[in-house]
């Protein structure tokens, strides 16, 4: 999420690595197909889903990059854990009376339901969170 170009980021992290070298990498995974229509556009590129490959997507560029997968570990019960804490900090936020926090264009109770999206999204497998542990060749 936090690379515009991850075939070029992960190429250099590459580059760097000695043969032999790990790297253990952290990222948001989707099922595109399986994805519900609010969880893709521009809001959804911020909250590093809009950009998101899947678990295999994931793979096949750590593999162009030349970087052989040693492990994978879905993680989403840390990922409904996440959302369950942002779900519970925008519910305190409208008990406060506080819309549109730091001039937001989205209002607390359109960011909830947002939230809602994402936690089904993840009890399905649509939406989730993986670590990629991976070699240099």
Request: charge should be neutral; hydrophobic fraction near 50%.
């Amino acid at each position: 999420c936090l690379f515009p170009d991850k075939a070029r980021a992960l190429a250099e992290i590459r580059r760097v690595l000695r043969r032999g070298g790990r790297l253990a990498l952290s990222d948001v995974v989707v099922e595109r197909d399986r994805l519900p229509a609010e969880l893709d556009g521009a809001l959804a590129t911020v909250a590093c889903v809009g950009e998101a490959l899947s678990r295999e997507g994931c793979e096949e560029l750590l593999a162009e990059a030349g970087l052989r997968v040693i492990a994978v570990e879905r993680r989403d019960d840390d990922a409904a854990a996440l959302a369950q804490r942002v779900s519970d900090r925008l519910r305190g936020a409208r008990v406060l009376g506080l819309d549109r926090l730091g001039g937001s264009p989205i209002a607390t109770a359109e960011a909830i339901e947002l939230v809602g999206v994402a936690q089904r999204a993840i009890s399905t497998g649509a939406l989730g969170y993986a670590i990629f542990a991976a070699a240099s060749q």
